[in-house]
């Protein structure tokens, strides 16, 4: 892409241009913010039970004595042999994140189907120190819509992000958050999916300020693995 090169002057003239589209959009999210702030909760009267390293976890123990719970749900399924390269991607920014959202009162985990030992496997490769956990064997991946059954999927469309999603596939990603009153009940206060769960995804945001932008070409089919990069060039070792 070829780009005009100014004097400085001019270069303060576009910039200031731009601000004042950066300032709607930030008064814009803001708004969203409040919104999304006003959205009604609905009670999670259901029993969910998570295999964790400690043992057996309701939804509400995930909390651990916070109110707000944030949950990744991360793609990676039971006989696969390694999580989503993206959801990797989203959750490679979770670490850096959590000590700042637990002193604010808020639990950030990921949860999959994937059986707990091959989530601590995976876990242990990429060098992750946040909690995950496993839905295998409940219905929580299925009620929130991230999971889909192979009668779904045999329909060539589920019902994904709100809406009927024609891509089909059995794992999505997502995020919800949940909040814990005193008397112990949760409630579901919001999900997001599809471009939506770019907000754990710092990377997008440093991406989105750089020269060439996000560059992608497909979708994220640059991203991998952080342990699948290639190692970069080394200098000359005399």
């Known amino acids: 892409m070829q780009h005009a090169v100014v004097s400085r002057d001019e270069w ?3 910039r200031r241009d731009l601000m004042k589209a950066e300032k709607e959009l930030t008064h814009l999210r803001d708004k969203v913010a409040r919104e999304r702030l006003a959205l009604p909760w609905v009670r999670v009267d259901k029993e969910y039970l998570f295999d964790t390293l400690e043992g057996p976890r309701t939804l509400a123990d995930l909390f651990e004595g916070r109110s707000q719970l944030l949950v990744q749900h991360f793609m990676f399924a039971p006989g696969w042999k390694e999580g989503c390269p993206s959801c990797s991607y989203m959750a490679d920014h979770t670490d850096g ?9 808020v639990t950030m985990i990921a949860v999959s189907r994937a059986p707990l030992a091959d989530i601590e496997r ?3 490769r990429m060098g992750w120190q946040f909690k995950w956990v496993s839905s295998n064997g409940s219905d929580f991946n299925y009620d929130f819509r991230v999971s889909f059954t192979p009668e779904e999927i ?3 469309q589920i019902d994904y992000n709100f809406g009927e999603w024609r891509e ?4 999505w990603p997502g995020v919800s958050a ?3 009153d005193e008397a112990g009940e949760v409630f579901r206060t919001y999900s997001t999916y599809g471009r939506g769960v770019e907000v754990m995804m710092g990377t997008y945001a440093m991406l989105d300020l750089a020269p060439k932008g996000r560059n ?12 699948r990069y290639a190692q970069p060039p080394r200098g000359t070792v005399e």
């Open 12 to 14: 303060l003239t576009a």
């Open 97 to 105: 994140m959590n000590m700042h959202l637990a002193n604010h009162d």
């Open 122 to 124: 995976y876990r242990k």
């Open 154 to 156: 045999a329909t060539g």
């Open 168 to 171: 089909t596939g059995e794992e």
């Open 178 to 180: 949940f909040f814990k």
């Open 216 to 227: 992608e070409s497909e979708g994220m089919d640059w991203v991998r693995r952080h342990d």
